[in-house]
């Protein structure tokens, strides 16, 4: 199991937001360029960075600062927030991202994630938010009526490999995992899954690595100190759960 410290930019600084409340934003380190070489110092092989206002207006607002990101770091950074066209992930894929999340785009506009799948396959990654287990989009104040295990189905039918599972409702709570919806997940499709939203402490890393899970993304349990980064990402790659 693979663990991805997570970033997320608003208004260039890295914040945590509380169940996906842009109100609720409280910055959580100096800059990003901090976190994420605090990071790399600790080990850490991948990078989750998001970008909540392009998340919102559906444009590439930190881009800049996402590549400086990865050329300074030089780790696998995967990106998701605001890359709804062909142009966006091109541009990210070509300054030194690893994959990039599509959530609003392989949602509304599926024929973009054919596309995408087509020319960049496996850097290809969705992003499935769900609240009351619907997806929701556009960084999150746009609810669907897709069931979140159906839109699943559909994501791995159009060959994607990995999906990233978030529970909007535990988002930011340090509540742990929702394991139950995790392990539906793990029951209706065969793709590499992460887990994001409510990873509070080692016990939940043991939990996720027991479920089977591909990866495990950690924001606010290491801001807070509740997860020790260094001793998840050891747990990830032994082989003890408990």
Known sequence: MIILPAI???????????????????????SAQQSAQYFNDLGAEYLHLVDLNGAKYGERIHFPLIKRIADETGMKVEVGGGIRTMEDIEAYLNAGVDRVILGTAALKEPEILKEALKRYGERIVVGIDCKDGFVS??????????????????????????????????????????????????????????????IKDIEDIKALKKLGVHGAIVGKS????????????????GDKTC
């Open 222 to 237: 290491i801001y807070a100190k509740t997860l020790d980064l260094k001793e998840a990402i050891d747990v990830s790659h």
């Open 8 to 30: 997320d930019l608003l208004d260039g600084k890295p914040v945590r937001l509380y169940q996906g409340n842009y109100e609720s934003q409280v910055q959580v380190s100096p």
């Open 137 to 198: 989009v556009a960084g999150w104040l746009d609810d669907s009526k897709v069931n979140y295990l159906d839109f699943a189905k559909q994501m791995e039918q159009l060959g994607v490999k990995t999906i990233i599972f978030t529970d909007i409702s535990k988002d930011g709570t340090l509540s742990g995992p929702n394991l139950e919806m995790l392990q539906q997940l793990k029951d209706s499709v065969n793709v590499d899954l992460i887990a994001s939203g409510g």
